[in-house]
């Protein structure tokens, strides 16, 4: 099993730019989330989806929009970058209730 | 609305100590508690969990133990390696309702070094 998989891995952007994370699991989970993560810092929730057809806000929402896609994907689109947004993004799936699986991370750098 | 915090935010300790994280929790009706380690340029991976009808669980050398009384929970390990040198995270949550959804509330995190 892959587990979550993130791509791309890395990206630079210029301000003003628009780009989209895509994350897919195959765990057949029914959550899906994004974090951003920024140096020295703890893990904020910026979207979550609880079920397929069903996405929220969560702590760090502005500037982004989300997608759940199917079951399966579950993307993270920045329409016009900003260099606030420069950060490691993580996207994480999970059952009902149990641990969430973590992909490897999307590092953006927003110049 | 539930809020972890986690002690210590950075921890030294020498090769083959013990090293000892503490998390408490606000909602006495948090019932799960997960741990997880991210290493340098990973994503977090879960190491353990406990679950509150649980006061103790060990996995090899790192083990997990929950006072529900306190509402603390701390993670354990025991004769560490340069490899346990991570960022260690706890988290915290409750049995979703209907149509809710799985909320982990994450602790800040610990920076734990384990010097040769």
């Known amino acids: 099993n892959a587990g979550v998989t993130q791509t791309p891995k890395f990206q630079v952007l210029k301000t003003g730019q628009s780009m989209t994370l895509q994350c897919a699991q195959d765990?057949?989970?029914?959550?899906m989330y994004w974090y951003r993560q920024d140096p020295g810092m703890g893990l904020r929730l910026i979207y979550y989806?609880?079920?397929?057809?069903?996405?929220d806000k969560g702590e760090v929402p502005n500037g982004y929009n989300v997608s759940r896609l199917n079951k399966r994907e579950f993307s993270l689109r920045l329409e016009s970058a900003a260099p606030s947004q420069t950060s490691v993004y993580f996207c994480?799936?999970?059952?009902?209730?149990?641990?969430?699986?973590f992909g490897s991370g999307t590092r953006l750098t927003v110049v | 609305g539930e809020n972890v915090e986690q002690h210590p935010s950075t921890l030294s300790v020498q090769e083959g100590d013990s090293a000892v994280i503490k998390c408490t929790y606000s909602?006495?009706?948090?019932?799960?508690f997960p741990w997880y380690k991210q290493e340098l340029g990973k994503g977090p991976q879960l190491i353990i969990d406990?679950?509150?009808?649980?006061g103790e669980k060990k996995d090899q050398r790192i083990a997990v133990t929950l006072n529900k009384t306190a509402k603390h929970f701390s993670l354990h390990i025991t004769e560490t390696q340069p490899e346990d040198s991570a960022v260690y995270f706890c988290?915290?949550?409750?049995?979703?309702?209907?149509?809710?959804?799985?909320?982990?509330?994450f602790g800040a995190g610990t920076r734990l070094a384990v010097h040769p």
């Open positions: 994480a799936s999970s059952p009902r209730q149990n641990g969430y699986t």
């Open positions: 765990m057949n989970h029914n959550s």
């Open positions: 989806s609880a079920s397929e057809g069903t996405t």
């Open positions: 909602d006495s009706a948090s019932n799960y």
């Open positions: 406990i679950r509150s009808n649980v």
């Open positions: 988290a915290a949550s409750q049995t979703p309702g209907p149509g809710g959804y799985n909320k982990l509330i």
